[in-house]
């Protein structure tokens, strides 16, 4: 009976060591962040990004499908019309990117990306069609350590801790459309900032340069700010366009791996 008992014990705890990943994120979270465009003297909310974490198997391997979805309310559609949707799916165990999936709609700039990662062969089997060039089946060379856009994102939240102290700089790559580029990815440490309709947050400051292309020049950063907790959620972002600049913050979460503990009012805790 005693050896029954140990073997059940053992495979239970199997079963739970392979539930807690070590990442600061898990199946079932949900974020919400508000979306403002500014523009001069305009600066009002625009829309919402909704970024979600669902898990799953495929080919016998868990995988996470993270998406992120981004609309303009019906009132801005008539003039800047943006409908996002982006997809990744990632091995649970290291996120190597298995599959990317984006189809963009932003003020008449239309883009599609299906992407399948062949890391036996060392190359993404790409259908993209961008910029008017038609639709093109491409294959782009794949190295280790190759990212698509959002799991380059869940890739940065799960950085050792000395990645996010002021000076560090991170190299990653990503691919997107037709190509692969090398970002450097620099921390300025720890921030106190405040988001609209929440509070002052606690947050690791990231930013980059974005590439030159469609709808960027090339001149401005990319600023990101993760929750300085168990969590590293994004809490704001700022994405310079080439006319005026989109920012976002966020205005609800659910599912998160631990409780959020970033805020630095007591009474927030």
Known sequence: MRRWILILGLCLAAQLSLAQEPYPFQ????LTLSIMYKWGAINTEVGTALLQIDSLRSDGARTYNLSCHAWTAPFFDRFYKIRENLQSWVRVKDLRPLRFFRDTYEGG???????????????????????????????????EGEYDLISLLYHLRRLDESAYQDGAITKVRFAIDDNVFDVYIRASGQENIKIRKKGRINAWHLSCSVVQGALFDGDEDL???????GNRIPVAAKVP???????AWITGWNGLKNPFDAWTDERKR
């Open 109 to 143: 700039y239309v883009a599609t990306n299906d992407f399948h990662y062949n890391w036996e062969e060392g190359q993404i089997e790409a259908d993209v069609n961008f910029e008017n060039k038609g639709p093109q089946r491409l294959l782009i060379p794949l190295k």
């Open 223 to 229: 600023h990101l700010w993760l929750s300085a907790d």
């Open 241 to 247: 366009l080439k006319v005026g600049a989109v920012q």
């Open 27 to 30: 199946n079932g979270e949900t």
